[in-house]
Antibody
Framework: QVQLVESGGGVVQPGRSLRLSCVAS????????MHWVRQAPGKGLEWVAV????????YYVDSVKGRITISRDNSKNTLYLQMNSLRGEDTAVYYC???????????????WGQGTLVTVSS | SYVLTQPPSVSVAPGQTARITCGGN??????VHWYQQKPGQAPVVVVY???DRPSGIPERFSGSNSGNTATLTISRVEAGDEADYYC???????????FGTGTKVTVL
């Protein structure tokens, strides 16, 4: 069965960095696009970034461009989110989600992890 | 950037029909997906590509999309349907994925 398990969340001071990981199992990781989606406390879902199945293309929501980098290691079945210069508004539960396709658009997110909480606070 | 607007809340009695709208400019030209999220849980897709259902999702969940409005319809509502619901599309012009503002469905 498909499983996505996030880790790496925690409390971090503003301006510091954090790296999230998402370990995938139960499917051929290298054939699917992958996303990060976040949800601030009591708020709605916000798409953060996508990476194509082969890592050849990456897209970001405007609010994180230049501060956050999505990457993947297909040999380790792992998705990453490197977050730098963190701000209070980055406080959220971060979910990794599998794209139904290769990540190039159109498709829905068919499997989600349980999320990891990132709290940016001094 | 592309914006999707949903009503903040919908209330419905058990056994009745709930309709949740998702408004966007010419959304009928896009493929719309719907997610259900219960408290403390990750979202689950309930309808994709406007009107298709994943395996395991009851036939009570259906979708439509035309013009500037997409609609998720929940027939014969049950207490277990109480959740937040989000629509989502891919915006081709920006290569961004967009979620709607979310609708809380309350079963009376």
């Amino acid at each position: 069965q498909v499983q996505l398990v996030e880790s790496g969340g925690g409390v971090v001071q503003p301006g510091r960095s954090l790296r999230l990981s998402c370990v995938a199992s139960g499917f051929t990781f290298s054939t699917y696009g992958m996303h990060w989606v976040r949800q601030a406390p009591g708020k709605g879902l916000e798409w953060v970034a996508v990476i194509w199945h082969d890592g050849s293309n990456k897209y970001y929501v405007d609010s994180v461009k230049g501060r956050i980098t999505i990457s993947r290691d297909n040999s380790k079945n792992t998705l990453y989110l490197q977050m730098n210069s963190l701000r209070g508004e980055d406080t959220a539960v971060y979910y990794c989600a599998r794209d139904y396709g290769q990540g190039s658009g159109y498709y829905h997110f068919d499997y989600w992890g349980q999320g990891t909480l990132v709290t940016v606070s001094s | 950037s592309y914006v999707l607007t949903q009503p903040p809340s919908v209330s419905v009695a058990p056994g009745q029909t709930a309709r949740i709208t998702c408004g966007g400019n010419n959304i009928g030209s896009k493929s719309v997906h719907w997610y259900q999220q219960k408290p403390g849980q990750a979202p689950v897709v309930v309808v994709y590509d406007d009107s298709d259902r994943p395996s395991g999702i009851p036939e009570r969940f259906s979708g439509s999309n035309s013009g500037n409005t997409a609609t998720l319809t929940i027939s014969r509502v049950e207490a277990g349907d109480e959740a937040d619901y989000y629509c989502q599309v891919w915006d081709r012009t920006s290569d961004h994925y967009v979620f709607g503002t979310g609708t809380k469905v309350t079963v009376l």
